[in-house]
């Protein structure tokens, strides 16, 4: 509650600051999600959810929803881990601290454009499908699972975002950003799964996100130079 309070006490750039962190943070969700191998996922992570089965639509937006709820409780763990950590590492390292997390995002955006290649390892290679009739528990732990697996797209924005929330050392601001990213990522499959038939017309758009997710990577990039050169500005 007090890093709330400590939000809504800050004078008008540092709200709209945070106002734009969380706004980056949801549309880095929406983003990765429609990002061209997002976009191939999305009939296969439907078929997860939903079993397979010709499933109503209400059961369908019901899986769904509690599958993207089991995501944002592994990302709401994450953004509290990156507050606490984060806050921690400011006050041990000072001005090292955000030589860290500049060059960390340096890496993440060129790894976001495709100058750098390198495999991100992830925790879970594969989920079982869901051949019950659970609505809740089934979608839920799904959701968990697809949270720690991530995929090759998204898993570069989301470190990202987590650099940014590290940062911030507002556990509840760190809170709010994983959470609206974890929103924003499930958005496009609850659309995909009402409407099976607007996933061919959402794959249209897989050459136009790809040019997102590039322009995305040299908006890190410029941040993390801009983190230089705060750090380094006084010394010059």
């Known amino acids: 509650m007090d890093n709330l309070v400590q939000i809504f006490s800050m004078n008008n750039t ?12 949801f549309l880095g969700g929406v983003i990765a999600s429609i990002s061209p191998c997002s976009l191939a996922m999305l009939p296969l992570m439907i078929g997860y959810v939903g079993g397979c089965s010709k499933e109503s639509p209400f059961r369908t ?29 400011a006050s041990v390292f000072g001005g090292y601290f955000t030589i860290i997390m500049a060059s960390l995002l340096l890496i993440i955006g060129l790894k976001i454009t495709g100058i750098l290649d390198f495999e991100i390892p992830v925790i879970i ?12 528990v089934y979608p839920l732990l799904l959701g968990i699972a697809f949270a720690l697996a991530g995929t090759p797209c998204s898993t ?9 929330a590290a940062m911030g050392k507002n556990m509840a601001a760190a809170v709010i950003m994983l959470f609206l990213f974890a929103i924003g ?31 995305s990577g040299w908006l890190i990039i410029a941040v993390s130079f801009y983190l230089y050169y705060k750090v380094f500005a006084p010394l010059i």
Do not use: E, H, R, Y
């Open 61 to 89: 937006f019901v899986q769904l929803s509690f599958f993207i709820l089991g995501t944002a409780v592994v990302f709401t763990i994450i953004g509290i881990i990156c507050a606490i950590t984060g806050s921690v590492f």
């Open 14 to 25: 540092g709200i709209l600051t945070w106002i734009l962190m969380f706004t980056t943070a």
């Open 156 to 164: 570069p924005i989301l470190a990202g975002i987590m650099v940014f």
């Open 185 to 215: 990522q499930g958005l496009i499959l609850i659309v995909a799964g009402l409407f099976t038939s607007g996933i061919k017309n959402i794959k249209k758009f897989a050459g136009f996100t790809d040019i997102l997710m590039k322009i």
């Open 125 to 136: 290679k594969s989920m079982p499908q869901n051949n019950t009739s659970s609505l809740v």
